[in-house]
């Protein structure tokens, strides 16, 4: 498995929250914790809602003494990942537009506090605007329906390279002309095995709502739930620009 690094009080962490700072390029960001902070969940919930609009077909039962109902498909969805879990104290390290680094250690009130302060700010602030959920999962398939290098059916889920979580389909399943071209038109690409060194693609979007819980029978540890809305975010593209 991919060494990816240690991000959550010595546990080896699966999601990450990652800010705009780190997508806006022009840093150095080969260091896989920079501008990310990691969450310990204990349960993520993925849901696709997607959105027909069913049309009943006027006089269709008095034909054939049974009503039609079609759906109109307008290829429309709406996609959220509710977690939950507990924030411990982290090491964070940032570095802002200027290339200034800084690594300090918080505490798990002051994870909690710097995750409400930046659920709270927009897209305009790159250093807080939490742009990006990450959430790494095991694969044995790649894009082409094979198995990785390495991989077979009975390889362990903890010796599986890791690749992170979309809402992509594998090039096996996209329609393709005689010459090859994909008719996904724009559609996500199928994400590559994560590297140290490498960016992951993970989810675009916003924190739709957090909340988090000073318990005083868990502490040093905080419990935490949160709600994130998969987005385009071609708005601050297109503002970061500087347009």
């Known amino acids: ?9 010595g ?10 700072r780190r997508a806006s390029g022009g840093l150095d960001s080969d260091n896989l914790e920079e501008n990310r902070i990691g969450l310990l969940c ?28 079609i759906a109109l498909d ?12 507990i924030i411990l104290d982290q090491e964070i390290k940032k570095q802002n537009k ?10 798990a009130f002051e994870i909690g506090q710097l995750i409400h302060s930046y659920v709270d700010s927009s897209f305009l602030h790159e250093d807080q605007n939490l742009s ?8 044995r398939v790649d894009t082409d329906f094979n198995y990785h290098s390495g991989v ?6 903890e010796e599986c390279p890791l690749i992170p979580f979309t809402w992509a389909n594998r090039d096996y399943d996209i329609p393709q002309t005689k010459s090859g071209t994909k008719l996904s038109f724009g559609g996500t690409p199928w994400p590559e095995i994560i590297a140290n060194n490498a960016e992951i693609p993970g989810l675009t979007g916003f924190i739709q709502d957090f909340s988090c819980s000073f318990n005083g029978a868990e502490l040093p540890s ?6 994130f809305t998969q987005a385009s975010t071609a708005i601050s593209d297109f503002i970061n620009a500087g347009f």
């Not at 905080?222 to 709600?227: A, D, K, L, Q």
């Open 1 to 9: 498995m991919v060494d990816y690094g240690n991000l959550t009080g």
């Open 11 to 20: 546990y080896k962490n699966y999601v990450m929250l990652e800010l705009a």
């Open 42 to 69: 204990t349960q993520l919930d993925i849901n696709t809602n997607k959105q027909s609009l069913p049309i009943p077909i006027p006089f269709s039962g008095v034909i054939s003494g049974e009503s039609t109902t």
């Open 74 to 85: 307008a290829g429309m969805a709406s996609k959220t990942i509710s977690l939950s879990g």
């Open 98 to 107: 200027h290339g200034e680094p800084v690594v300090k250690t918080l505490t």
């Open 132 to 139: 990006k959920l990450i959430v790494l999962m095991p694969s």
């Open 152 to 157: 077979n059916e009975n390889t362990p889920l």
């Open 222 to 227: 905080i419990t935490f739930s949160m709600s």
